[in-house]
């Protein structure tokens, strides 16, 4: 069983950076897709970020390509979300995912299997 855990998240001004990260522990962690989702309040879970076990393909939300680079390091099972630009509308909890069927980042909610808790994002104006 994979399991998550983010970290990285905190309080930030607008225009400002951050790396959350993500370690996993479990079997076979560098076979799968990995994606980075975020939650604001009140608001549908929504994709951010996604990258494929073997880094060779990257997928990004239109509102955050540009400013963030998903990216692993299967040697560490950790995955970082380097968040460049930063503005309020990016305050959300930021979740990790991993979809163990699935090589290439899918954009779905449901394509992914285990989750992490989730690290905390603001981003003040």
């Known amino acids: 069983q994979v399991q998550l855990v983010e970290s990285g998240g905190g309080l930030v001004q607008a225009g400002d950076s951050m790396r959350p990260s993500c370690a996993t522990s479990?079997?076979?962690?560098?076979?799968?897709?990995t994606g980075w989702f975020r939650q604001a309040p009140g608001k549908e879970r929504e994709f951010v970020a996604g990258?494929?076990?073997?880094?060779?393909?990257?997928r990004y939300a239109d509102s955050v390509k540009g400013r963030f680079t998903i990216s692993r390091d299967n040697a560490k099972n950790t995955v970082y979300l380097q968040m460049n630009s930063l503005k309020p509308e990016d305050t959300a909890d930021y979740y990790c995912?991993?979809?163990?069927?699935?090589?290439?980042?899918?954009?779905?909610?449901?394509?992914?299997?285990?989750w992490g808790q989730g690290t905390q994002v603001a981003v003040s104006s």
């Open positions: 990258i494929s076990w073997n880094v060779g393909v990257t």
């Open positions: 995912a991993v979809a163990t069927k699935n090589r290439i980042p899918s954009t779905r909610v449901s394509e992914y299997d285990y």
């Open positions: 479990g079997p076979t962690f560098s076979a799968y897709a």
